[in-house]
């Protein structure tokens, strides 16, 4: 568990974190993973999922999940209860992230972002990122995706 200045604290995710892991993802993304999903994701070996809480209440406010292989990290998931976001609780959680993946070796570190996603393609060149290449319609109904990568 780790802890930041700002009453934030970091943990893994437990299966008693779900209900409000689903509930983030819901109101978060158009296609929402399913409850199966997480469930899925904190039983694979190559999967880690790190929960946000606040500090007097514990309760989850955003997670990050992640997939370790070999010498590469890939971001799946990011994202912050809608009631707490613009507070740096993303930034916070990628940077627990990127000091996982500094501290565990790994080269290299990607991710997809919704193109439209101007905040987040932000925040992401912002932690060191950059587009390495575009994925038409990834996510659908016409919105394409990008690819970012940054090397640690």
């Known amino acids: 568990m780790t802890s930041t200045p700002t009453g934030i604290f970091?943990?893994?995710?437990?299966?008693?974190?779900i209900d409000a892991v689903v509930e983030i993802e819901r109101s978060s993304f158009e296609r929402p993973w399913s409850r199966d999903h997480f469930l899925r994701e904190l039983e694979s070996q190559i999967s880690r999922t790190i929960v946000g809480?606040?500090?007097a209440t514990k309760s989850a406010l955003g997670y990050v999940c992640r997939w370790l292989v070999v010498d590469e990290m890939q971001i799946l998931n990011l994202a912050v209860h809608q009631d707490h976001r613009r507070q740096?609780?993303?930034?916070?959680?990628?940077?627990?992230?990127?000091?996982?993946?500094?501290n565990a070796a790994i080269q290299c570190v990607?991710?997809?972002?919704?193109?439209?996603?101007l905040e987040a393609v932000a925040l992401y060149q912002s932690l060191g990122f950059?587009?390495?290449g575009r994925r038409s319609n990834y996510y659908g109904q016409g919105h394409d995706g990008v690819l970012m990568t940054l090397t640690t």
Not at 88 to 102: F, T, V, Y
Not at 110 to 117: D, S
């Open 10 to 17: 970091f943990s893994e995710l437990t299966a008693d974190d």
């Open 53 to 55: 809480r606040g500090a």
């Open 88 to 102: 740096g609780i993303g930034r916070q959680l990628m940077k627990q992230a990127l000091d996982e993946a500094r």
């Open 110 to 117: 990607t991710l997809e972002v919704r193109e439209a996603n």
């Open 130 to 132: 950059v587009r390495v």
